[in-house]
């Protein structure tokens, strides 16, 4: 029997990007396979260069990290102090600048991981020409994403509005601003 009640329609749920899907799978396959290339290289030399190899790469990452957190420090006191005598900014940018390092860090941060995977990759981004093309292209990828969000998304979500009334039912609306009025 029913009442002739409509049943309550509700929106549809967005689809989950395909990082959210894939991330935690990629993490998983990852782990497993720095395992398992840790077993392999213990198998094949020994357990004791398995570990001074990690231990290595852990004192090698602390290192790197702690002299780019120096340089990064050092930069932005330069900035402060350049702002400060009120100079003009000419010529900041020098070889060797802050834009290299983020990718100092996480080199850093990938070589105190354990893991051959990790350290290998972590050595990667510590060689200056594949730092350059590497922030090249993540500025890149960072501006057209940027060129792609529609102007007005932001805005948008701000001027909808959604009531719920004690009953459970929705109502959906929009919100109008009286220029002419003060409150």
């Given amino acids: ?9 509700y929106p549809a749920r967005p689809r989950r990007s395909r ?3 894939f991330l935690p799978l990629g993490v998983a396959a990852w782990l497993v396979l720095e395992i398992w290339l840790l077993t392999m290289v213990a198998g094949a030399a020994s357990g004791f260069l398995v570990f001074l190899l990690l231990v290595a790469g852990f004192v090698l990452g602390s290192v790197v990290i702690k002299r780019a957190g120096r ?6 006191t330069e900035t402060l102090q350049q702002q400060q005598s009120d100079m003009p900014a000419v010529g900041t940018a020098r070889p060797g600048g802050s834009e290299g390092n983020g990718l100092l860090m996480l080199g850093g941060l990938l070589l105190m991981l354990p893991g051959l995977i990790s350290d290998a990759v972590g050595l990667l981004l510590l060689i200056p020409p594949l730092q350059k093309a590497i922030s090249r292209y993540a500025e890149r990828t960072f501006e057209r994403k940027l060129r792609e969000a529609t102007p007005g998304t932001l805005g948008d979500a701000f001027q909808q509005a959604r009531i719920r009334r004690p009953d459970g039912k929705v109502v959906q609306g929009e919100v109008v601003r009286d220029e002419g009025t003060s409150n």
């Fill in 19 to 21: 990082l959210r899907t």
């Fill in 1 to 9: 029997m029913t009442t002739g009640a409509p049943t309550p329609t």
């Fill in 71 to 76: 340089r990064a420090f050092r930069n932005l």
